[in-house]
C-alpha cells in the first residue's frame, strides 16, 4: 500500500506519538550537552514533524543530527584551540543552528508525504545531504585540513572562517554526498520515493550546496573586525573581550542564514536535477 494512502487517523496517531519520542530524544541530547534550550525546542519541533512524514524520515535526521555531534566531539579540543580567536565556543547547537540545517528538511518532507508528491521528498534528501556536506567538511577539515584557503582567492586564511576549504574538508563532504546518494538508493525500495535518478539528484545537491556555503561563506556573508587585534573574526565579542564590529559582507548574513541557504540550493539542485534526470 502506498504511504500516500493512509487515512488522517494514521497521521495524528503517528504525529503525537512523534512528539512523545521528539521531546524525549531532544532532551536526552541536551542533556548530553549536544544542544543549548533552544536548541532542544527546535529539535522536538523538526523532529515532530520529520516524525509526521514517517519514521524513516525521523530516523535520517537523528542519524544527521547524531552523526553532526559526534564529529564536532572529535578532537574538539584540537580543534578549539585553533579556532579560538574566530569562533565563539560551545559545541551545543542553537535553535537556529538546527533549524538552518534540518528545517528545510522537516517542511519539504512533510509536505512531500501530505501531497503525495515524490519530487519533494528527493528535494528534501537534496536539503539534508548539502546540510551534512557542509557540516562534516567543516568538522573534518578543522582536524586534518591544515591551512585553509579562500575560494575566492586562494589565499589562506584563518582556520574555522567561513568560505576558507581544505581538501579533507572537501573529501569529507563528497562522503557525506555520496552517503546520502547511497540512502536515497536504499529509500527508493519505499513507495513514497520515486524511483529514477533520485540518488544522483541528491549526490548532486549535496555537492552544489558545499560548494555553495563555500562561496557565500568567503563574498556576502559577514565578516567582523576586531580591532584591538587587527583581526577577522565572527565573534561579536573577541577572544580578547573586545567588542568587534561588521566590516564585511551583509550584516544579516550569518554563518546560520549561510547555512540555510546552501540546504535551499541543495532542494533546488535535487529538484531539477531529479526532472532533469528522471
Ligand atoms: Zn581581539
Not at 216 to 243: F, I, M, P
Request: aromatic share 8%; charged share 15%; hydrophobic share 55%.
Amino acid at each position: 500500500m502506498s504511504p500516500f494512502a493512509e487515512t488522517a487517523d494514521a497521521w495524528i496517531m503517528r504525529a503525537l506519538l512523534g512528539a512523545l519520542v521528539a521531546a524525549a530524544v531532544a532532551a536526552l541530547a541536551r542533556r548530553a550537552g549536544a544542544l543549548t534550550t533552544s536548541g532542544q525546542w527546535m529539535a522536538f519541533v523538526t523532529g515532530t514533524a520529520a516524525t509526521a512524514a514517517g519514521w524513516g524520515w525521523a530516523a535520517l535526521l537523528v542519524g544527521y543530527f547524531v552523526l553532526s555531534a559526534a564529529l564536532t566531539r572529535w578532537g574538539a579540543e584540537r580543534k578549539r584551540a585553533r579556532t579560538l580567536p574566530m569562533l565563539s565556543g560551545g559545541s551545543a547547537r542553537r535553535g537556529v543552528q538546527v533549524a538552518a540545517n534540518g528545517g528545510l528538511f522537516a517542511v519539504l518532507v512533510l509536505a512531500g508525504e501530505l501531497r503525495g508528491d515524490g519530487a519533494l521528498l528527493v528535494a528534501g534528501m537534496g536539503a539534508l545531504a548539502a546540510a551534512a556536506a557542509d557540516t562534516w567538511a567543516t568538522e573534518v577539515g578543522l582536524l586534518f585540513g591544515g591551512t585553509p584557503r579562500s575560494v575566492r582567492n586562494g589565499a589562506p586564511v584563518a582556520p574555522g572562517e567561513s568560505g576558507g576549504v581544505t581538501l579533507a574538508g572537501f573529501a569529507a563532504s563528497a562522503a557525506a554526498a555520496l552517503l546520502f546518494a547511497a540512502l536515497t538508493g536504499l529509500l527508493q525500495a519505499d513507495p513514497g520515493l520515486p524511483s529514477g535518478r533520485a540518488d544522483l539528484a541528491v549526490l548532486l545537491a549535496a555537492m552544489s550546496g558545499s560548494v555553495a556555503d563555500s562561496i557565500l561563506g568567503a563574498t556576502l556573508q559577514s565578516k567582523r573586525w576586531c580591532d584591538q587585534c587587527r583581526t577577522w573574526t565572527e565573534r561579536r565579542v573577541h577572544n580578547c573581550s573586545y567588542r568587534t564590529h561588521h566590516a564585511r559582507g551583509i550584516r544579516w548574513m550569518t554563518n546560520d542564514t549561510v547555512n540555510f541557504l546552501a540546504t535551499v540550493v541543495g532542494a533546488l539542485v535535487a529538484l531539477l536535477a531529479f526532472g532533469a534526470l528522471g
